[in-house]
């Protein structure tokens, strides 16, 4: 099924200001980390680790929010916590995970490592899922997809286990093989979303910039 990209409508307006209701959010967190040299998870941003920042940001939106990781390691927190099927395969893995476990149609997915995303964002976001009614809603950014902000219903679980089960990582082409609500770059703008905010943190170096745009509990871009 061929991708879409869509365009905002007065009827997405309407939806946006209505708030968003009826979905779980699941945040990433099973990465090793390697380039980093600790877990991002419990590093420090603000007043806050990684997780903590992801999660509180994913309560913004969601009525239900988990983790995708380890559950010893997130077993202190008030979320569910999703361990992958597929170990060790990345992202997709993640995804996965998070969509098998859901009962929600409708499933918000974030990196723990985007410390710059935005809760107004996110209601945008979900907004456009739900006006689209496609399988799934991602950013497009950067030059790249962002899959690890994205929504996805939950029959892409289906499409992900047979990817993976043929030793296939890679999230970017299971777009083309169903109905894809493209959020392109230039509409971020126009709707006052910078494309900063899909920023992740891979490195020390990474980490410290983003530290340096945090101003009075706020970001700068």
Not at 73 to 101: C, M, Q, T
Not at 173 to 193: C, D, Y
């Amino acid at each position: 099924m061929p991708v879409r990209d869509s365009r905002r409508t007065q009827r997405s307006n309407k939806l946006y200001d209505r708030g968003v209701k009826g979905l779980t959010a699941y945040v990433l967190a099973g990465g090793k980390s390697t380039r980093m040299g600790a877990d991002k998870a419990f590093l420090r941003f603000g007043d806050e680790t990684l997780i903590e920042h992801a999660v509180r940001l994913a309560r913004t939106v969601a009525e239900n929010v988990g983790i995708v990781g380890d559950s010893r390691k997130f077993a202190a927190f008030s979320a569910a916590v999703v361990e992958d099927v597929y170990r060790s395969r990345g992202p997709l893995g993640g995804i996965h995970a998070a969509l098998s476990a859901s009962e929600s149609e409708l499933n918000l997915v974030l990196a723990v490592d985007m410390p710059l995303m935005k809760s107004d964002f996110l209601s945008y976001l979900v907004a456009q899922a739900r006006e689209s009614r496609a399988i799934v809603t991602v950013p497009h950014a950067g030059g790249s997809f962002q899959p690890l902000c994205a929504v996805y219903g939950k029959n892409f679980a289906e499409l992900a286990k047979e990817s993976l089960e043929a030793g296939n990582n890679k999230i970017d082409p299971l777009f083309r093989k169903v109905s894809t609500r493209i959020i392109a770059e230039e509409e971020l703008l126009r709707a006052g979303f910078s494309a900063e905010l899909f920023r992740n943190l891979n490195t020390p170096e990474d980490l410290e910039s983003a530290r340096n745009r945090l101003v009075d509990g706020d970001f700068r871009f």
